[in-house]
């Protein structure tokens, strides 16, 4: 059996301790994210600078903003020193202070390291790091992280502006690199076209964010986005380029959410019954979870940082006083009101009688954030074990790094012009951040352990912490497209117990327990299965799904889905290496089956 036990990875830029030491390779991070950006970044010095906006789709959890903030920023200098580009101002900005805080944080903390400053030092001397345009004095290498607001050419920004212009008649052309582009930058002019990509009407909108960073002189300017608007995608008048869009979602690093939404009913959002049911679910499940861990010896739990702390949280989506659904003040009332009324109360689970966890809920609105900043308070619903969900109304589709968020709970129901639901994909994406990685990494660790039961204990708990959920207004259409959106490319929570025992059974050789059979590798290489079929050139997909006649489109999609297979490329059925994995429609894979006659490849009896 050829099975590789190491996820494929290149190191960082520069490498050092406490920083992202390595880069997810293959179809992944280094392919769709760093060598698009290092290819464009020589391009754009070759042809003195470019105004369009490069663009490189990362699905939501692929990590963009680790990677380039880890590695991209650091190599694009170094290719713009060896150009003879000494003197440099990279501009990291972004829509959320969320954002920009945490980014600030991570390159300051290199600026910190001494050993960071002697490894960059071939490549040139890291001078600023800063989120005050201020201190900045056009020698060597300069970071500034601010948001995109603080490019605007207006009055509020004259200093900013000023700073700027002082810098270019120096020579130096800033290279520009903006996170979650889709919100404030996803569209170049107002009217029709504002209202094309954001399904609002936009005929006062003026774009002035977009205008101003494009018209600004610079050398490049990098968008990261995983939901790219209508004008992205088609390049409008040259505003923008695609230069990354293949990477796709990695299951093998993602929670596991449940196929289907629950519906909230009208009835049930003013009355305020729907706060009991998203109320119960993590309550319950906190409770449910320190059960599981208790289950646990102590040395195994030793061997599973991500069990330290086995809290969940939900996130609630309120409404403004226009969209006729409760706000943030009521719907923390009510979940106040609710928390007294079940303190105490018990239920029944795996025939044990457990109390409900019942927590806090934080508030996060322009004016009110309950730890003071949007960072801190995400910061408290990770580390915090008291405060367990918090209330937002425009905060929350992009920023929020909460690896222990269970559920998010829409309240708006109302379509915009067009249905455009680019905001609620990337709520609802905020559920595919995961504490763990599965393949080649936590199914070797749980193989290490000798005990089946403790085994089974630690997938359990794993499975606990990693279900997603969503309440949605049973009206709300967009949501619940954009649920389904969110869960492609995801291994569903009913499949997921099946996915880790997969993915542990054919490790358990190497460890000196049970075997491996072969029903076990079909459970794992099931796992390897995308969302179409990969053979170019076959048109199956058309056919089938966008020309098919059979109900709907979605329907004739999730049937499609379900029928692809897995071809093992080189006709051995125990190499599981994922290169040696192609997903293939029925057609395709029996043609290939008969015609390389793999079928004389059978399974032994067991590994």
């Known amino acids: 059996m050829s099975i590789s036990f190491k996820q494929e990875t290149v190191p ?8 992202i030491n390595h880069i997810y390779s293959g179809n992944d991070q280094y392919e769709h994210i760093i060598k698009p950006t290092s290819e464009w970044m020589k391009y754009c010095i070759e042809q003195g600078g470019s105004a369009s906006g490069a663009i ?21 200098s170094a290719i713009m020193a060896q150009s003879g580009i000494k003197n440099q101002l990279h501009i990291i900005t972004a829509p959320e202070t969320a954002i ?9 903390n290199k600026y910190d390291s001494d050993e960071f400053h002697n490894k960059f030092d071939e490549h040139g001397i890291l001078r600023t790091v800063t989120n005050n345009p201020d201190d900045l004095i056009g020698r060597n290498v300069e970071i500034l992280v601010c948001s995109i607001q603080l490019l605007a050419d207006n009055k509020e920004n004259a200093r900013a502006q000023k700073k700027l212009k002082e810098l270019y008649e120096k020579n130096i052309l800033p290279v520009l690199y903006s996170d979650e582009v889709q919100k404030g930058l996803g569209s170049p002019e107002g009217g029709d076209v504002y209202t094309g990509n954001v399904g609002h009407s936009g005929y006062e909108y003026e774009a002035v964010w977009f205008q101003t960073a494009y018209k600004m002189p610079k ?9 790219p608007t209508l004008s992205m995608t088609t390049e409008y008048k040259d505003y923008y380029k695609m230069i990354s869009v293949g990477m796709e979602k990695a299951s093998w690093r993602l929670p596991f959410p449940v196929s289907s939404p629950t519906l909230i009913p009208r009835v049930d959002i003013w009355d ?3 706060i009991q049911v998203a109320f119960l679910d993590v309550a319950k499940q906190n409770a449910i979870n320190l059960y599981l861990k208790s289950k646990i010896d102590s040395d195994i739990l030793e061997m599973f940082p991500e069990f330290k702390s086995v809290k969940v949280t939900a996130f609630f989506k309120c409404g403004t006083d226009a969209q006729d659904v409760p706000g943030v003040f009521l719907n923390n009332k009510l979940w106040k009101d609710f928390s007294k009324k079940a303190k105490g109360k018990t239920f029944i689970y795996d025939d044990v009688e457990l109390e409900l966890h019942i927590g806090k809920i934080a508030t996060l609105t322009d004016d009110i954030k309950t730890f003071g900043t949007n960072s801190e308070t995400f910061t408290a619903l990770n580390d915090d ?5 918090v209330s937002a109304v425009m905060i929350g589709g992009t920023g929020i790094n909460v690896l222990n968020l269970r559920s998010v709970t829409i309240l708006p129901y109302k379509p915009n012009i067009g249905g455009v639901d680019h905001s609620y994909v990337q709520l609802l994406n905020r559920l595919a951040r995961c504490k763990f990685v599965w393949r080649n990494d936590f199914d070797i660790r749980v193989a290490q352990i000798k005990s089946q039961e403790q085994r089974k204990a630690v997938i359990d708990l794993a499975l606990a912490m990693s279900e997603k959920k969503a309440f949605i207004h049973e009206d709300a259409v967009l949501p619940i497209g954009a649920y389904d959106k969110m869960t492609k490319g995801h291994v569903m929570y009913e499949d997921a117990r099946g996915f880790l025992e997969g993915l542990v059974s054919t490790k358990l050789p190497y460890f000196g327990t049970e075997g491996c059979y072969g029903q076990d590798r079909d459970i794992e290489y099931r796992n390897f299965r995308k969302d179409r079929c990969e053979i170019e050139g076959c048109t199956c997909y058309e056919d089938l799904v966008v020309n098919g006649t059979e109900k709907t489109e979605a329907e004739r999609e999730v049937v499609y889905r379900q029928c692809l297979q897995v071809d093992h490329i080189d006709g051995d059925r125990t190499n599981m290496n994922p290169e040696n994995l192609l997903t293939v429609c029925p057609n395709r894979h029996t043609f290939k089956t008969i015609f390389e006659k793999d079928y004389l490849n059978s399974y032994d009896k067991a590994a």
């Open 385 to 389: 074990e008291n405060y367990v969900a």
């Open 12 to 19: 960082a830029f520069i490498q050092h301790e406490g920083g």
């Open 272 to 274: 305020g019954n729907y």
């Open 219 to 227: 050398l490049a300017w990098f968008m990261y986005t995983g939901t």
């Open 100 to 108: 920009t805080e945490s980014v600030l944080l991570d390159i300051k």
């Open 56 to 76: 490189i789709f990362c699905p939501p959890a692929s990590g963009k903003t680790t990677v380039f903030t880890h590695d991209s920023v650091w190599r694009n």
